[in-house]
Structure formats: structure tokens, C-alpha cells
Nanobody, 128 residues
Framework: QVQLVESGGGLVQAGGSLRLSCGAS????????MGWFRQAPGKERESVAA???????????DYADSVKGRFTVSRDNTKNTVFLQMNSLKPEDTAVYYC??????????????????WGQGTQVTVSS
């Protein structure tokens, strides 16, 4: 099973930026699609973004207060790492952010059940 460790979270003012990283163990990372989710207090875990195994295809959640246009997902398979660049942060982005492995390349990316390994999460807090 792939072990995931997120980092890069913290406290930032509204309008600021953070770059989250998710490091993965194992030699098969480059075969896996990866996803980012977040969970705010009292709310369900929701999809943020995903990227396919090669990095050639990305997905961004399409809902109210969408991250599309503000967040960018990328990966470096030589370093077994996936990134989430977050710009123009809003207080509504405050949550614990998780990365996850979709080893079987299942769809849809927005569904937590298609992911089979999760990191421990990193806290992102955006102050107004």
C-alpha cells in the first residue's frame, strides 16, 4: 500500500498563496492517478482536484466557490510527489487538505470511494 505524507499547509491571509506537497512511497507512483480533497469542520470531504498518472490530464472540482482558476494540480514522478498550488485564497478554503491515490484509475475523480490510500492531511487556514 502506498504511504502518503502531505505538507505545506499553514495560516495565510486572504488573497495569499500556499503550495501543498504530497510525497508517496513506493516505486509505482508514476502509474497512479492522484487526487486532492478537503474537509472543513462540520462538512463532508469534497473533491478539489485530480491528475492522471502522466500529468497530462487534470480535473478541478466544479461547484460553488470553485477552485478552478485559482488552484493548480501538478506532479513530479521523478520525486514521487504531487502538488497543489493554491492562489487567491479565500476564508472559505479553510480546511484540512488530503491527497489520495487512485491506483486503478477509476472514475469519477470527484468520488472519494475511487481512492484507496489517503494521507493524514494538512491544515490550511485562511484569515480574512
Amino acid at each position: 500500500q502506498v504511504q502518503l505524507v502531505e505538507s505545506g499547509g499553514g495560516l495565510v491571509q486572504a488573497g495569499g498563496s500556499l503550495r501543498l506537497s504530497c510525497g508517496a512511497s513506493g516505486r509505482t507512483f508514476s502509474r497512479y492517478d492522484m487526487g486532492w480533497f478537503r474537509q472543513a469542520p462540520g462538512k463532508e470531504r469534497e473533491s478539489v482536484a485530480a491528475i492522471n498518472w502522466s500529468g497530462g490530464s487534470t480535473y478541478y472540482a466544479d461547484y460553488a466557490d470553485s477552485v478552478k482558476g485559482r488552484f493548480t494540480v501538478s506532479r513530479d514522478n521523478t520525486k514521487n510527489t504531487v502538488f497543489l498550488q493554491m492562489n487567491s485564497l479565500k476564508p472559505e478554503d479553510t480546511a484540512v487538505y488530503y491527497c489520495a491515490v487512485n491506483s486503478a484509475q477509476r472514475r469519477p475523480y470527484s468520488l472519494p470511494n475511487v481512492y484507496d490510500s489517503w494521507g493524514q492531511g494538512t491544515q490550511v487556514t485562511v484569515s480574512s
